[in-house]
């Protein structure tokens, strides 16, 4: 088992650099030269404090996984620049990063986080649905990108969900 942590930092941070680098060329070997530019499509300040963050996975010095999110509109916060290092790839860290982006969304005071996902990208298609993401269709400005959304539970259902189990049966 690899020993990770998660720690919110910038966008501009040493430690998102590779994670960038990896999705840029990624982008470019699915969809063709040039589509690794799309890592760049939002300004890295919409990922600040107090509407948005970037959370990386990290095995001791090495970036394993990360994402951003951004405030999209109203209650709704935006995934941005999820990605997962291959070698770290089918241990459960994307889902691990969603899960905790999710959190960081709710307690920014989100109700809801949406994404998009390019059409070769069949692993996040698969993993956005298997947790219970909404297809809502193509929203951004990507040809051919699946949108998704997904409402966040609201603290105080969580606070009373975890009520409701630690009571006996």
Known sequence: MVYVQFSLVRL???EVAPLLAGLRLEY????GAGAGDSADDVPEEE???PAGGFLVLLDGEHTVA???IRRFGGD????KRMWTNPDYRRQGHARSILRELEALAARLGFARVRLETGY?????LALYRSLGYR???NYGIFEGASGFERTLVQPEAAVLMDAAASVPA
């Open 76 to 79: 709704t916060a935006e995934i």
């Open 28 to 31: 470019n070997a699915r969809y």
């Open 135 to 137: 297809d809502i269709g």
């Open 12 to 14: 501009s941070s040493p």
């Open 66 to 68: 990360g994402g951003g």
């Open 120 to 124: 070769l990208q069949p692993e996040a």
């Open 47 to 49: 990922f600040d404090a």
